[in-house]
């Protein structure tokens, strides 16, 4: 579908020379006289690779004709995860590349909304929260403090989080995976 580059906001997906892109950043410049600038901060799909293009006001851009499937996700083998699609019970790859750091939201059995270009999956978009075990846990040092403290903590994914002292190994919390943030503690370690 074409469209006018004042349409494009961030996070559009565009078809730049056949490849998909994902719009990071979108800045808008009116100079004094001219045509307005429109200056694109990109991110090709496939690849992860970044790109600044610049259009002006009367140009044209192609959006991705993209589709969503519900998937979930198996296992990672070598450097792929594994994906089964919920209707068809196919499996698909995603190269670990392309999930920069969704990874380290992706526990086995996740359902998770992929996005697809011809038939073939590019990217996946994750629920905003996931509930994963603390399986190691830093020490603070104890002080009278007015702020709440926090200390690093990994969970069972590999990911290191700043989580509440109160937050011990063994534990499962919440985890917002639009931010990488610590929501909430779900169950303490009996």
Known sequence: MITDISD??????????GVPYNVEDADFMKPGKGRAIYRLKLRNILTGNTIDRTYHSADKVEQAHLTYSEMQYLYKEEEHYVFMNTETFEQHFLAEDQLPNKKY???EGIVVNAVMLADKPID??????????????????RTDTITAQMKSATVET????????????????????????YAERVSAKK
């Open 8 to 17: 494009v906001r961030k996070n559009t997906r565009l078809m730049i020379d």
């Open 105 to 107: 939201f992706l526990k």
């Open 124 to 141: 996946i978009n994750l629920p905003n929260f996931v509930e994963l075990q603390v399986v190691q846990g830093g020490v603070t040092t």
């Open 158 to 181: 590999g990911y290191t989080i700043q989580v509440p002292n109160f937050v011990k190994e063994g534990d499962i919390i919440k985890v917002d995976t639009r931010t990488g943030a």
